[in-house]
């Protein structure tokens, strides 16, 4: 039997950005508990903002290569700054864009965990909620159950390799991929 796979992607288009960061570190450990992972670049997509009359010509390119590769995998990772205690619209973007039409939605039916980082206090738990709603009642796909992981502070959590140095954000990383990696191979 083959290992399941994830398809992973931070929702941030920044090259210094925390929740890529998180996602590189978080990569290699799910690989470790014997989970594939594609990380999907959003930059490198270069998605154009979603029009409806866009769509009817053709799919971009971006859109059609996350789609492929979302229904190649076994489950998704999104990986989610907060942007004014929601999600950013680069993600509701990729979401909007991917879910259309709706007989090709990846997503439907298909296992999603989320996390995200921030340098501020509050470790971007309401884009989690946020992007659970979406998830689950908007594009009807399953999300794990339970708490995310949010990291705060993540401007001093990571040292100038890009290894994770906080150890409250390591064990709840560590226990939160542990949960996801479970859940994937009873899927
Ligand atoms: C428009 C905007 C709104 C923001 N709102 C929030 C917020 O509500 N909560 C929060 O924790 N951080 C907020 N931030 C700060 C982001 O967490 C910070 O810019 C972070 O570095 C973005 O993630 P990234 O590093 O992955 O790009 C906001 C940033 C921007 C640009």
């Given at each position: 039997m083959n290992n399941p796979s994830v398809l992973a992607f931070a929702a941030?288009?920044?090259?210094?950005?925390w929740n890529k960061k998180l996602l590189a570190v978080a990569a290699p450990q799910l690989q470790a508990l014997g989970v594939e992972v594609d990380v999907f670049d959003l930059f490198a997509a270069n998605i154009p903002v979603f029009n409806d009359d866009v769509l009817q010509k053709e799919i971009p390119s971006g859109v059609a290569d996350l789609k492929a590769r979302i229904h190649k995998a076994s489950a998704v990772l999104i990986v989610t700054p907060e942007y004014n205690y929601g999600i950013p619209g680069v993600l509701k973007n990729v979401i909007d864009w991917a879910s259309r039409p709706p007989p090709t939605?990846?997503?439907?039916?298909k296992l999603t965990a989320h996390m995200g980082a921030t340098p501020?206090?509050?470790?971007?738990f309401q884009a989690q909620l946020q992007v659970r709603q979406i998830l689950s009642v908007g594009v009807a796909a399953w999300v794990l159950p339970g708490l995310a992981f949010g990291m705060s502070h993540a401007d001093q959590a990571f040292d100038a390799s890009g290894a994770l140095i906080d150890e409250a954000a390591k064990k709840n990383l560590s226990s939160f991929l542990g949960r996801f990696a479970e859940e994937l191979k009873a899927w």
């Open positions: 941030s288009l920044r090259a210094g950005s939605n990846p997503f439907k039916g501020g206090s509050a470790g971007t």
